[in-house]
């Protein structure tokens, strides 16, 4: 390194801690790291004079330890150990156990009117994020990107987000670091390490993405229905979570786009439907909806699940930015292509197909032909469908499933609940408003009786004859219907005995 770049570089002189902010001394520069909780920090740096001011919120406070090590300082909380290396003010993020997490491989300089840095990027880490594009793989890896949201995420189980006002700029092009480029150094690191927990972190934080329009082309086609898809679940993995899609450029499109565009349309939660039109299967969503859209206010939950998100243990899923899971029960694979056909890939579980009711054990791809939107549930699912007569609570053994319905006008939760155990499938209901509920098991056999203590259920012979505290078995499909009208405050309990 020639002497006039040596000199350069800051030197971490001393730190002082205040409450949860550390402050950091330099030689030239300032810098300060902010403890948030636990798992999130805030690091500001600027390379010459004063950090000019900020606030965090009010937080409460993060039992911290500091060290001096000589050629670095150590900040831990009870699961993170951050180092700063004194030449350079490098930083490095472990676990409390010493797995590394993110590692500054160079110090920060000056270029083109901001600063430009490099991590490390392991071989086995992925990363994802940094706003919507239509790539043909969710991974970051390989490419050179402009992030829209500068919301990264590693499968090495960190988050970073760079709320300065901005452009930054992300390389992945080398094989063992990435190169951040952008107007300062300000970023909150997020240890989850799952990406749920790692979004639910980065909602604490003030700096959130914007409603932002999916598409802006005056005709729909193919190619742009694709791309609108695409678009949607790259902004879903970067906390990109108000998409407006407006469906009128599809108004006058042939009956197969038009009917492609109007799946697709009605499952985004901000729509303007021109006169596409919803499809029925949007207004059985209603309920289900409604309990996500709580979810993405108090969580920061996508309504649109990526793989990624999802099975971040499946290296596979990155492969498939055109499919998603809606909340965590059902996968949607939209057919933005003429034909009726396209391959599904389904992840490790059992899937059930919910137009045809066959299962598939995944991980495995398949090929789907229909005129209808491929939806599949996973196995242990509880899904709750609103229809004109009540609610239909479809759930899929083997597994236990449960399902919170917000009740909004209320503001409170109704709960269902269905587990098997031994030779009897309980089926409960918390429910907090009066209404009709009809449960459909599916893969199930014949019980031998329907009920609960002393209530017995009554089996009719036809599905349309179903009534009140009656129940139907669906030879052809193995599926059980049972229909109940329950109470506001009442725990409705239903035993199929085996």
Not at 38 to 61: I, K, N, Q, W, Y
Not at 329 to 347: F, H, N, Q, T, W
């Amino acid at each position: 390194m020639p002497p006039q770049a040596l000199a350069a570089i800051a030197t971490l002189l001393s730190f002082a801690p205040h409450g949860n902010r550390v402050e950091l001394r330099l030689d030239h520069g300032s810098a300060e790291l902010v403890w948030l909780t636990p798992s999130t920090f805030h690091f500001r740096r600027v390379l010459d004079g004063a950090l000019r001011p900020a606030e965090e919120a009010t937080r409460e406070p993060v039992v911290v330890q500091t060290e001096d090590g000589g050629r670095e300082v150590r900040i831990r909380s009870r699961l993170l150990e951050v180092t700063i290396v004194k030449q350079g003010v490098l930083v490095r993020v472990r676990r409390i156990n010493g797995a590394t997490l993110m590692t500054d491989l160079t110090a920060p300089r000056s270029e083109a009117g901001g600063v430009v840095w490099e991590r490390q990027m392991t071989a086995e880490s992925d990363y994802f994020g940094l706003g919507p594009r239509t790539d043909p793989t969710l991974s970051a890896r390989g490419k050179s990107l402009a992030a829209d949201v500068p919301l990264l995420l590693s499968t090495a189980g960190y988050g970073e987000f760079h709320p300065g006002g901005g452009t930054y700029h992300f390389d992945f092009t080398q094989p063992d670091r990435y190169r951040i480029q952008g107007p300062e150094i300000d970023y909150y690191f997020y240890y989850g390490p799952t990406p749920k927990e790692i979004f639910e972190e980065h909602n604490g934080q003030p700096s959130h993405a914007e409603p932002w329009t999916v598409n802006s082309d005056r005709f729909g086609s193919w190619a742009s229905l694709k791309a609108s898809l695409l678009r949607i679940v790259e902004g879903a993995m970067s906390a990109a979570n108000a998409p407006m899609l407006n469906l009128a450029p599809y108004n006058n499109a042939p009956p197969e786009l038009l009917a492609r565009a109007r799946q697709l349309g009605s499952l985004v939660a901000r729509v303007s439907p021109g006169t596409v039109g919803l499809s029925g299967f949007r207004k059985q969503l209603d309920t289900f909806y409604g309990s996500y859209i709580a979810e993405l206010q108090d969580r920061g939950f996508p309504i649109w699940h990526p793989l990624p998100f999802q099975v971040p243990d499946d290296p596979e899923g990155a492969r498939h930015p055109d499919e998603f899971l809606l909340g965590d029960e059902m996968l949607i694979a939209p057919i933005c292509e003429p034909g009726d056909k396209r391959s599904v890939y389904l992840p490790r579980g059992i899937w059930t197909n919910l137009e045809t009711n066959e299962t598939t054990q995944g991980p495995k791809t398949i090929t789907v032909e229909t005129k209808s939107l491929p939806v599949f549930a996973r196995n242990g699912a509880l899904i709750p469908l609103t229809s004109t007569n009540g609610m239909a609570l479809h759930y899929f053994p083997k597994l236990g499933g449960e399902f919170f319905l917000l009740e909004g006008d209320i503001a409170d939760y109704s709960q269902v609940h269905a587990a098997p155990a031994l030779d009897i499938t309980r089926l409960e209901i918390e429910s907090k408003k009066d209404r009709d509920y009809q449960w459909v098991v599916h893969h199930a056999d014949k019980p031998a009786s329907v009920g609960f203590d002393t209530k017995q259920y009554r089996e009719v012979s036809r599905l349309e004859t179903l009534a009140d505290d009656c129940w139907f078995y669906d030879a052809a499909q193995k599926n059980l219907h049972v229909r109940v009208k329950v109470k506001a405050g009442e725990d409705c309990i239903i035993n199929l005995n085996y």
